[in-house]
């Protein structure tokens, strides 16, 4: 299984990027995937997450800005981020758990290598 994270960049605040994670050797359909973010000095913070049903979930931090999806077709895992801002700063993770139900105590059996998102003022 391999999880690989593309997308990132430098933009100011306001700016837009839309985070890409391609997924080998799983069908993200059936799995519960999601999105994490860590900033240096920082604990992880998970971001968003879909699960097997389709059914999404965002952090109040990014809601309203940030959209998760996922394309089955080409078993990609989308984060689309708009009205970035600085503290959206950060190494941005997609991770898959071996469980149809995302939530609280799910354990995110693969990573990503991360992709950098940097929001300047």
């Known amino acids: 299984v391999q999880l690989v994270e593309f997308g990132g960049g430098s933009v100011q605040s306001g700016g837009s990027l839309r985070l890409s994670c391609a997924a080998f050797?799983?069908?993200?359909?059936?799995?519960?995937i999601g999105w994490f973010r860590q900033a240096p000095g920082k604990e992880r913070e998970e971001v968003a997450f879909?699960?097997?049903?389709?059914?999404?979930s965002h952090a109040d931090s990014v809601k309203g800005r940030f959209t998760i999806s996922q394309d089955d077709a080409k078993n990609t895992l989308y984060l689309q981020m708009n009205n970035l801002k600085p503290e959206d700063t950060a190494m941005y993770y997609c991770?898959?758990?071996?469980?149809?139900?995302?939530?609280?105590?799910?354990?995110?059996?693969?990573w990503g290598q991360g992709t950098q998102v940097t929001v300047s003022s």
């Open positions: 879909i699960d097997s049903n389709g059914k999404t």
């Open positions: 050797g799983l069908s993200i359909r059936w799995w519960c």
């Open positions: 991770a898959a758990a071996r469980t149809r139900s995302c939530g609280p105590g799910v354990n995110y059996n693969y």
